[in-house]
T-cell receptor
Framework: KAGVTQTPRYLIKTRGQQVTLSCSPI?????VSWYQQTPGQGLQFLFE???????NKGNFPGRFSGRQFSNSRSEMNVSTLELGDSALYLC?????????????FGPGTRLTVT | AQTVTQSQPEMSVQEAETVTLSCTYD???????LFWYKQPPSRQMILVIRQEAYKQQNATENRFSVNFQKAAKSFSLKISDSQLGDTAMYFC?????????????FGKGTKLSVKP
């Protein structure tokens, strides 16, 4: 079974631009979560989607948004990029049953904002 | 709000020896899940071990075991017979029972180096 895939793997953008990152979960997984990883703040939860609905959201400004499609693929968008948005963005998928299902992480997208 | 603290930013161990990574957490919830994740230099995060708070028995997975002390809110990871492939960042994580299972709260991590 293929793992979680994220595209692109690396991205360089300029301040003020917007960016869209993509995540394809493991086949059969309906929940997708996004995390931001930086050296200073560590790993922080962005949001989670299940069956095309955002179920939970972390403490990030409205510039960060996401969506999930009917095939469970998810995208996250960051508008008006700031230097501080430079980070590794990780996506994780899970079966999302009632108990805490294991989250399978993708390799991440390394975003650099200049 | 829940918090997870890993007090050891870096640790090293000789191959074949045993090492223990510390983690404490703070929560007012009585039911929750705790995890240890490993992130090797290649960056793909993988689950090492999971503990459900209502279970008294400490979880074990081959060479990996935990010491879960619910009253002390402590959740340490013991790696026995350390191998070079264990070199990685290790993150302790918390997930509440009642909320969305998508929301993992991570500690800052411990960088473990296994030396030959």
């Amino acid at each position: 079974k293929a793992g979680v895939t994220q595209t692109p793997r690396y991205l360089i953008k300029t301040r003020g631009q917007q960016v869209t990152l993509s995540c394809s979960p493991i086949s059969g997984h309906r929940s997708v979560s996004w995390y931001q990883q930086t050296p200073g703040q560590g790993l922080q939860f962005l949001f989670e989607y299940f069956s095309e609905t955002q179920r939970n959201k972390g403490n990030f400004p409205g510039r960060f948004s996401g969506r999930q499609f009917s095939n469970s693929r998810s995208e996250m968008n960051v508008s008006t990029l700031e230097l501080g948005d430079s980070a590794l963005y990780l996506c994780a998928s899970s079966l999302a049953v009632r108990t805490a299902a294991e989250q399978y992480f993708g390799p991440g997208t390394r975003l650099t904002v200049t | 709000a829940q918090t997870v603290t890993q007090s050891q930013p870096e640790m090293s161990v000789q191959e074949a020896e045993t090492v223990t990574l510390s983690c404490t957490y703070d929560t007012s919830e009585s039911n929750y899940y705790l995890f240890w994740y490993k992130q090797p230099p290649s960056r793909q995060m993988i689950l090492v071990i999971r503990q459900e708070a209502y279970k008294q028995q400490n979880a074990t997975e081959n060479r990996f075991s935990v010491n879960f002390q619910k009253a002390a809110k402590s959740f340490s990871l013991k790696i026995s017979d350390s191998q070079l492939g264990d070199t990685a960042m290790y993150f302790c994580a918390f997930m509440g029972y009642g909320g969305s299972q998508g929301n993992l709260i991570f500690g800052k991590g411990t960088k473990l180096s296994v030396k030959p």
